[in-house]
Nanobody, 111 residues
Framework: QVKLVESGGGLVQAGGSLRLSCAAS????????MGWFRQAPGKQREWVAV???????VYADSVKGRFTVSRDNAKNTAYLQMDSLKPEDTAVYYC?????WGQGTQVTVSS
């Protein structure tokens, strides 16, 4: 059973950047899709981006052009690079792979 541990969240001003990491143990990320989701206070969890098993990235319209997914298979770690952050990006961010979820990491964007 793969375990996912996220890191990299924090407080940033609007226009700033953060890079989230999702490190896997107990299983490889290689050849599996990796999804990123977020949940803002009082809202449902929403899909943000995915890296398909073939490594093709797909993004929600709300983050397209600002967020970038990547992975380092040697480190068994996936990344979500977030640029040009907006206050509406404030949420807890989660990674998901092979049916397992990370614990989430808080991202807060101040105006």
């Amino acid at each position: 059973q793969v375990k996912l541990v996220e890191s990299g969240g924090g407080l940033v001003q609007a226009g700033g950047s953060l890079r989230l990491s999702c490190a896997a143990s107990g299983g490889t990320l290689d050849r599996y899709g990796m999804g990123w989701f977020r949940q803002a206070p009082g809202k449902q969890r929403e899909w943000v981006a995915v890296s398909t098993p073939g490594g093709i990235p797909v993004y929600a319209d709300s983050v397209k052009g600002r967020f970038t997914v990547s992975r380092d298979n040697a480190k068994n770690t996936a990344y979500l690079q977030m640029d040009s952050l907006k206050p509406e990006d404030t949420a807890v961010y989660y990674c998901m792979c092979r049916g397992e979820w990370g614990q989430g990491t808080q991202v807060t964007v101040s105006s």
